[in-house]
């Protein structure tokens, strides 16, 4: 049996962190610098409570053993960023209360066998128990990336529409699939 638990990510988590985006199957897609200047330049604010992200490090256990973090989790309101609205909107409309996610498996071991899709419901689970703001998940995806979209349609995640959006690696096209999932909230 697996679970999944988040915690926030510390100070503390940057050295493992590093560790997973210098990964080739995280470099690839979020090609992000690992020096410790840049890890605290770009995950330090949002610790301190200056940027509106909950940064958080997934946590598995399976089968009853003890948790241990394979990756990490970012969630957000969209329009806490007016830069995302401004690049989303000409795709579709953004409510009020639609969030979005950033996340990777950093254990090679754990990739490609179902965890990634598994890590995402888990998710949207925390979310509904914990982010009553968020309603509705809207999650760009490159189209190059298959395993990401597959993980999120594996998920409950829908196709909402197709375009062109500024990639975060640049050497990837700018076509995206933009995914979508209501956050169901628990009774």
């Given at each position: 049996m697996l679970r999944f638990d988040f915690r926030p990510l510390s100070r503390d988590d940057f050295e493992l962190l590093a560790s997973w985006l210098r990964r080739d199957h995280v470099e690839r897609w979020w090609d992000h610098d690992y020096t410790p200047e840049a890890i605290e330049q770009d995950f330090g604010p949002a610790?301190?409570?200056?940027?509106?992200?909950?940064?958080?490090?997934?946590?598995?256990?399976?089968?009853?053993g003890s948790p241990r973090p394979i990756g990490l989790v970012q969630a957000y309101l969209i329009h806490d960023f007016p830069e995302y609205i401004e690049e989303l909107s000409p795709l579709l409309p953004v409510p009020l209360e639609?969030?979005?996610?950033?996340?990777?498996?950093?254990?090679?071991?754990?990739?490609g066998r179902g965890f990634g899709s598994a890590m995402i419901a888990a998710v949207v689970d925390e979310l509904a128990r914990t982010?009553?703001?968020?309603?509705?998940l809207i999650v760009p995806v490159v189209k190059a990336n298959v395993a990401s979209w597959k993980a999120l349609t594996n998920a409950g995640f829908d196709l909402l529409v197709e375009g062109d959006l500024e990639p975060d690696n640049p050497i990837d096209d700018p076509?995206?699939?933009?995914?979508?999932?209501?956050?169901?909230?628990m009774r």
């Open positions: 610790i301190d409570g200056l940027v509106p992200s909950d940064d958080l490090v997934v946590l598995l256990t399976v089968d009853g639609a969030g979005s996610i950033d996340y990777f498996i950093g254990e090679p071991e754990l990739v982010k009553p703001e968020i309603k509705h076509a995206h699939l933009i995914m979508g999932r209501t956050v169901n909230r």
